[in-house]
């Protein structure tokens, strides 16, 4: 284990494994304070590294992907992610350690600008111009977002849906630091907070973001914006079943008309297999190898001739797309796939982030950079999904059918809007619609707990080319109820911080 960021670990009271080595998480400085303008930059340089690398891969991505209903192992594959395929996942799982220890390590990232704004003196006009003072200014916004984000993604992996009846419980929210302070002492570590004061914090910090930055917004923005913090808004207030201000949020994003939606074949595939198009919200540059972010697409096709994809789609997500849904053939193509057992079968394979894409490219058919995209922070279509799901939700079932009928119409060709009978038949669209538009971005788990519903991964395409076909596989089915549905705090964390409690049933 790698442990080139331990200051930063400590500071959250865990030692990580992991993808760390992708970024410069040593950069930070263990003692020295912010003090210039330069400082500051610096700083915010450290805050956009450390999300590139907590936004894709196995471990942020595909682990839930995996985990849930839409993909099936092929036999012979790698054992990639099979613990979450099998669900025999246990506590010191390498993916749980790398996404907590990221998380908090952008908590501490956050903590450090925080804490050196409030100590640095800026009353001396040489060294702090009115305009050094406000990019500072922006500096600490992008500190506060970082945290709020955070914060926000540890609740999702770590914590049980939120439940208002239940969020004031002990320990049933995140353990985080709201000062940089590195220590060895183990006494020094948090414990848990409450659900509640969890999403107190993060709507806090989202308040904050907001006074100080600046920045309107535009598609594929590459720093954090007034619409990204509108965006995350709308997020935790789905996390949290606040319907009128998810409806509120992610509507006043889309009534703006600064993003739109791809509405053609062509539009979606310049969107994913180009990085293009003026649907993403946020989306962070790759310019150089050194600042490639993780990958999500490897395990989702052959990476050489002859070899067989790790994971293949499932046949009722496959069912869930007409011919004439532009999605199909860009979000999937279809493989022969020829097994070490000697079955062979045509399938649809997921493409979303194909080999040999847009930054593939660009950086001259560097080979880490297959099946490599920008990452896509928020887009535009995953509002109408928020809205369509808040006002379904709250049994606006015309309102709520006006914005998925939007979405549907620009993915799928000749389409005719739905009317719903009542709110049952609108959000059982709503569900379906969101399997369809977010595959394979991580969303799945998380959507499955906020309605209280099971993994059951249905029917394969093929059995005869699945990995071992069994209860524990292919017919897994597991209840809403199964303490699964829950990642465990990472076995690192509860060695190091006895104050941390475990998640029931680890």
């Known amino acids: 284990m790698k442990k080139i960021y331990i200051m930063l670990a400590l500071a959250a009271g865990i030692f990580t494994s992991c993808n760390m080595d992708l970024e410069p998480y040593n950069a930070l400085p263990d003692t020295e304070a912010t003090q210039t303008p330069q400082d500051f930059a610096n700083a915010r340089v450290g805050l956009y590294s450390a999300l590139r690398s907590s936004i894709y891969g196995d471990s942020f991505i595909n682990a839930t992907e995996i985990q849930c209903d839409n ?15 099998r669900w025999d996942f246990s506590t010191s799982g390498s993916y749980f350690s790398t996404v907590y220890g990221n998380y908090q390590a952008m908590i501490a990232r956050a903590n450090f600008i925080i804490d050196g704004y409030n100590k640095c003196d800026m009353s001396d006009p040489n060294n702090f111009s009115e305009k050094d003072i406000a990019n500072t200014k922006v500096v600490l916004g992008d500190a506060y977002f970082t945290r709020a984000y955070a914060i926000f993604g540890l609740a999702q992996y770590f914590c049980n849906d939120y439940d208002a009846a239940s969020a004031d419980n002990a320990d049933s929210g995140v353990s985080y630091q709201l000062h940089y302070a590195p220590s060895q002492d183990a006494s020094t570590y948090p414990g848990r907070y409450t659900l509640n004061e969890t999403y107190k914090q993060i709507k806090e910090d989202l308040d904050n973001a907001a006074t100080y930055i600046t920045a309107e917004g535009e598609p594929s923005y590459a720093y ?3 619409d990204c913090i509108t965006a995350l808004r709308a997020r935790v207030a789905l996390a949290m079943d606040d319907y009128t201000n998810a409806a509120k949020y992610a509507t006043e ?11 053609n074949k062509k539009d979606l595939e310049d969107l994913w297999h180009n990085d293009g198009g003026d649907e993403t919200i946020m989306q962070i540059p790759v310019p150089s190898r050194d600042e490639l972010p993780a990958v999500n697409g490897k395990i989702f096709q052959p990476y050489q001739a002859g070899q067989v994809p790790d994971y293949v789609p499932t046949k009722n997500l496959m069912d869930l797309y007409s011919a004439n849904d532009y999605r199909l053939s860009v979000f999937f193509n279809q493989q022969t796939i020829t097994t070490n057992s000697g079955a062979t079968a045509t399938v649809y394979a997921f493409n979303k982030y194909m080999d040999q894409g847009a930054i593939y490219k660009a950086l001259q058919g560097y080979e880490y950079a297959r099946f490599a995209i920008e990452p896509k922070v928020f887009r535009i279509s995953e509002m109408y999904l928020i809205a369509a799901e808040a006002y379904a939700q709250s049994n606006e079932v015309t309102k709520g059918a006006e914005y998925l009928n939007e979405l549907k119409s620009n993915r799928i060709k000749n389409y005719r809007e739905e009317t719903f009978a009542n709110q049952t038949t609108l959000m059982n669209e709503v569900k ?6 977010l595959i394979g971005e991580g969303t799945r788990l998380f959507d499955l707990k906020r309605w209280h ?35 465990p705090i990472p076995k690192d964390e509860i060695d190091v911080n006895k104050k941390v409690k475990q998640n029931p049933g680890y």
Request: glycine fraction near 8%; include cysteine; charged fraction near 20%.
């Open 71 to 85: 993909f099936n192992a092929v036999s012979g594959f790698s054992n990639t992610l099979g613990d979450m395929y």
């Open 224 to 226: 954090f914006s007034k």
């Open 253 to 263: 994003l889309i009534e703006q008309g600064t993003y739109s939606l791809a509405e």
């Open 432 to 437: 379906n619609e969101r399997r369809r538009e």
């Open 453 to 487: 519903e099971g993994v059951n991964r249905g029917t394969p395409q093929n059995r005869s080319i699945c990995n071992i076909p069994s209860a524990t596989t292919t017919d897994l089915n597991m209840p809403a109820s199964s303490y699964r549905m829950t990642w």
